[in-house]
């Protein structure tokens, strides 16, 4: 305003002498209005510049205020750095949580700090990415957890910064941290119970299957071969059942330890739940390292396991796939190695085999085979057929082993071993084995008092059916003499230490059933399990039969076995008889019963009478019928 009158003041003197006219007046107030409109701007922008100086100070002092609450209420601290990244005003509480002197950290790089920090200790990788990538540039951040080396241990901080800029000109970082230890250990807590064994520690099956995922990507991705190994221990249930689940429990662990010890430190070794494991081998360029491995880690489970101070043994059954010879996908994978092990406990466990390309024809050819059996019960399909057990001194009939065969509706008659291995996959063979039992009391009934019949059941049967009730009310049910039942025990039954299985034969016994020892010479069955059978009788294998009657040596070793189960007070009897000459060494070893087909192939029911000269099925004073024992 005061520049406005002197320039219309000076405008006056100028135009004194001049008429007065209204251009003239114009260009008196000219110059004044020129300044007024002139300065107007100017003043509106120091206003302005003023009110935004007043609100960046209160926001400064309020943002203060709010970061001194936080780091009160919070327990945090407060951090700040220069534009070079260096600390600067570095309070004792940061020091402290950061185990170094004020001294120490001011003036130090902080992003290198936390790098350094974080190579010692297990810091998340990615937050470190994340964090250098907002100091280069120059974003704010938020909720970045490293892990900072202190006194008492490794520490975790979550931070939070914000640069500051002055004059448009980056100024540095300010920023937060808080103490987050007790958050992520209790987050590492629980993601290593959701990815881990709670009884081995090992990977759980969770694991496994990232990991098959991780290593398929990489496989798609680089081309990076990798290898599956699906691993069962043999006989653990066995263990179990004998000396309790807690020594079955302490068994895994010790179990878990040895597979672990062999691995490689990129292998990846996994529980999947029960006695099953799983192995990932990345990087298997060559069939020949996952062979070494598989063996070392048969071998290694073979050895004796030491559990609650009694001796264990149990085995390793491993199947195994290659990635990508054997398919891509993990799914795929699993599958290909669950068959290959399915191909290694078929042949007797303990060892390992590899997946081929006909294993997925046989799964199929089995699922076919299983429900054909299902309906092949319905259909009363299967049918007995009986091969007679000869008294060789006296050279008659005593009784008579009843042997299955399935009248297949296409493939004509089959064996046992063509479908009792399917059946004993599932609960089908429990049926079957009550189909058995039923029709064998049924055939007692209509046979001599003095004839038997013999039966074989497995340990699979013993185990998961209702073998006592099955058997006694068969025998109620037709109205025969337990005496006259005799139960053959296959598959090294009585090697197995389960004291259910015990349980079941004591009372099959008690009841007046017979026990027979079947497998007596396969290896399955051994002296100790002899010197220890309650039962009745013990069979002398075919295969036993026919190695060891040939030779002196081996004659000398069956009239010694022989011997020692009659002095067991034993009955003593012999399958697989073919020839005369090993029915008459067997008859003078003190043999009681011989069976084979010297004497009379296995035939259906229809056929006994006539073969046998039985006149009449029940008539007790039929006489004996007579074979040829020499």
């Not at 120091?46 to 205020?65: C, G, I, P, V």
């Not at 007596?520 to 399990?529: D, H, R, V």
């Amino acid at each position: 305003m005061i520049s406005f009158i002197t320039a219309s003041c000076l405008a006056i003197q100028f135009f004194a002498p001049v008429e007065w006219r209204p251009e003239v007046i114009w260009l008196m107030l000219a110059p004044g209005c020129g300044l007024i409109f002139g300065s107007v701007p100017a003043l509106l922008i120091r206003l302005r510049t003023r009110r935004q100086d007043a609100a960046a100070r209160d926001q400064k002092e309020l943002l203060s205020l709010l970061l001194r609450d936080y780091a009160a209420e919070r327990g945090g601290w407060l951090w700040s750095t220069d534009s070079d990244g260096m600390l600067r005003g570095v309070t004792e509480k940061f020091a402290r949580h950061a185990g170094l002197s004020v001294a120490e950290l001011e003036g130090r790089d902080f992003a290198d700090f936390l790098r350094r920090a974080a190579e010692n200790g297990t810091a998340s990788q990615e937050a470190q990415s994340d964090l250098a990538l907002a100091f280069r540039h120059k974003r704010s951040f938020s909720g970045l957890e490293v892990a900072v080396p202190a006194k008492g241990g490794l520490r975790w901080w979550r931070l939070a910064g914000k640069p500051v800029f002055r004059d448009d000109r980056f100024a540095g970082y300010i920023g937060t941290a808080t103490d987050a230890t007790v958050e992520v250990k209790a987050r590492e807590k629980v993601s290593y119970l959701a990815f881990h064994d709670h009884l081995t520690g090992l990977p759980n099956r969770s694991r496994l299957t990232a990991k098959l995922a991780e290593s398929a990507a990489r496989l798609d991705r680089y081309g990076t071969p990798f290898a599956l190994l699906y691993l069962d221990l043999d006989k653990f249930k066995a263990v179990n059942d004998s000396e309790g689940h807690q020594a079955g429990d302490h068994l895994l662990v010790e179990a878990g330890k040895r597979l672990k010890a062999q691995l490689r430190e990129i292998d990846l070794v996994a529980r999947l739940g029960g006695d099953e494991f799983c192995i990932i081998m990345p990087e298997a360029a060559e069939a020949s390292g996952v062979s070494e491995l598989a063996q070392r880690l048969v071998s290694e489970m073979a050895k004796p396991f030491t559990i609650n101070g009694s001796t264990l043994s149990v085995g390793l059954s491993v199947g195994i796939a290659l990635a990508p010879a054997n398919g891509r996908n993990p799914d795929e994978l699993l599958h290909h190695a669950d068959l290959a092990l399915y191909r290694s406990k078929q042949a007797g466990g303990n060892r390992y085999s590899f997946f081929e390309t006909e294993m997925d024809a046989q799964v199929r050819d089995r699922r076919t085979l299983q429900a054909e059996l299902a309906e092949a019960i319905t259909r009363n399909e299967f049918v007995l057929h009986f091969q007679p057990l000869v008294s060789p001194v006296e050279g008659v009939v005593s009784g008579f082993e009843a042997l299955i065969r399935w009248n297949h509706p296409r493939r004509g008659l089959l064996l046992p071993p063509e479908f009792i291995p399917t059946a004993e996959r599932s609960s089908l063979i429990c049926d079957i084995g009550s189909w058995t039992i039923e029709e064998a009391a049924r055939m007692l009934a209509q046979l001599p008092p003095r004839l038997s019949i013999a039966i074989n059941l497995s340990a699979k049967q013993f185990r998961t059916c209702d073998v006592v009730g099955s058997v006694l009310g068969a025998l109620e049910a037709a109205d025969v003499d337990p005496r006259r039942l005799e139960i053959e025990l296959r598959d090294g039954l009585l090697a197995d230490p389960s004291k259910g299985i015990a349980g079941k034969l004591q009372d099959l016994r008690s009841a007046g059933v017979r026990i027979t020892m079947d497998d007596l010479g396969t290896g399955q069955t051994g002296l100790p399990q002899l010197v220890d059978f309650a039962g009745d009788t013990v069979k002398i294998d075919r295969s036993f039969v026919a190695a060891h009657t040939g030779t002196p040596r081996g004659r000398d070793i069956l009239k010694a076995t022989i011997s020692l189960a009659r002095s067991l007070r034993l009955r003593v009897a012999a399958g697989g008889v073919e020839t005369e000459e090993q029915a008459n060494f067997l008859r003078e070893s003190g043999c009681d019963i011989l069976q084979g087909f010297y004497f009379a192939s296995p035939m259906p029911a229809t056929s006994l009478a006539a073969q046998l000269g039985l006149s009449a099925a029940n008539d007790e004073s039929s006489s004996p019928a007579r074979v040829r024992t020499a």
